[in-house]
Nanobody, 122 residues
Framework: QVQLVESGGGSVQAGGSLRLSCAVS????????LAWFRQAPGKQREGVAA????????AYADSVKGRFTISQDNAKNTVFLQMNNLKPEDTAMYYC???????????????WGRGTQVTVSS
């Protein structure tokens, strides 16, 4: 059974940092796409950052480039999202996703976690 479990969310002030983690189990972690998405109330879900575990290549949404960094720990089957210089508009539920079924970096993913809330106050 595939499980993706996110952690690390919380409440911070603007300019602060958080590090999200996504522990992946029951799934072949090698040479696959993993991604972080977010969804704010009343808004569509959007892709934030993605990584290909085969060569650690990455992709980012324009809104987070230079502030967020996605990385992985292959030994622990865990993907991270380091978020720096957070802004109120980063407030959202953040979801981890695995196995890209179709599309490019932020296309359709097969497996999803339940999410972790990030709240940034001004």
């Amino acid at each position: 059974q595939v499980q993706l479990v996110e952690s690390g969310g919380g409440s911070v002030q603007a300019g602060g940092s958080l590090r999200l983690s996504c522990a992946v189990s029951g799934y072949s972690y090698s040479k696959t796409y993993l991604a972080w998405f977010r969804q704010a109330p009343g808004k569509q879900r959007e892709g934030v950052a993605a990584i290909f575990t085969g060569d650690s290549s990455t992709a980012y949404a324009d809104s987070v480039k230079g502030r967020f960094t996605i990385s992985q720990d292959n030994a622990k089957n865990t993907v991270f999202l380091q978020m720096n210089n957070l802004k109120p508009e980063d407030t959202a539920m953040y979801y981890c996703a695995a196995e890209l079924n179709s599309g490019s970096w932020f296309g359709e993913y097969k497996y999803w976690g339940r999410g972790t809330q990030v709240t940034v106050s001004s």
